[in-house]
């Protein structure tokens, strides 16, 4: 596949958030490195190793889909966060593409896009609330989410 560079990290939490999240779940809660913690980081890069090219078939297949149809996150709360964390210019490099509960998070000014992470639809709020809770932002964060939630009531 020559329209998408996957890298390794990416595919694992594809894995890990995407095809597999209740097995994996642990890891997103746990975050010690403890025994369980291991042996699912184990599991993952057994599945990686054994299941590569279908992975990536399969990402791609899901990118390519949410790329054609402009199936971009516009949460303005997300891209704020995404400013906040990663600098104006690291998060204008960033393009979120999302289909069904995945979001492929990818650097388009490659010569060829790179696809860095995948994070699961309910990781954008908690993108969001690390970014903004315990600053004077999180009352303006939530008159945006009223709005929004709104607007999607009455399309
Ligand atoms: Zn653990």
Not at 28 to 49: F, H, I
Not at 90 to 100: E, L, M, P, Q, V
Not at 111 to 124: A, K, N, Q
Request: hydrophobic share 35%; glycine share 6%.
């Amino acid at each position: 596949m020559t329209d998408l560079k996957i890298k390794s990290h990416a595919r694992k939490r594809y894995v890990e958030r995407i095809r597999q999240p209740s097995h994996y779940k642990h890891l997103s809660t746990c975050k010690l490195n403890c025994s369980e913690c291991q042996k699912l980081n184990g599991d993952l890069q057994c599945v990686v190793n054994n299941f590569g090219r279908k992975i990536d078939w399969e990402i791609g297949t899901s990118y390519r889909e949410a790329k054609s149809n402009n199936w971009i996150i516009k949460d303005f709360n997300f891209i704020e966060a995404i400013k906040e964390k990663y600098g104006e210019i690291g998060a204008g490099r960033r393009c979120f593409y999302r289909n069904k509960n995945a979001v492929f998070v990818v650097i388009e000014d490659e010569e060829v896009p790179v696809l860095v992470t995948v994070l699961d639809i309910s990781m954008v709020e908690g993108t969001v609330l690390d970014a903004f809770v315990g600053t004077n932002k999180m009352a303006s964060v939530f008159s945006a989410w009223k709005f929004q939630a709104k607007q999607r009531k009455f399309r």
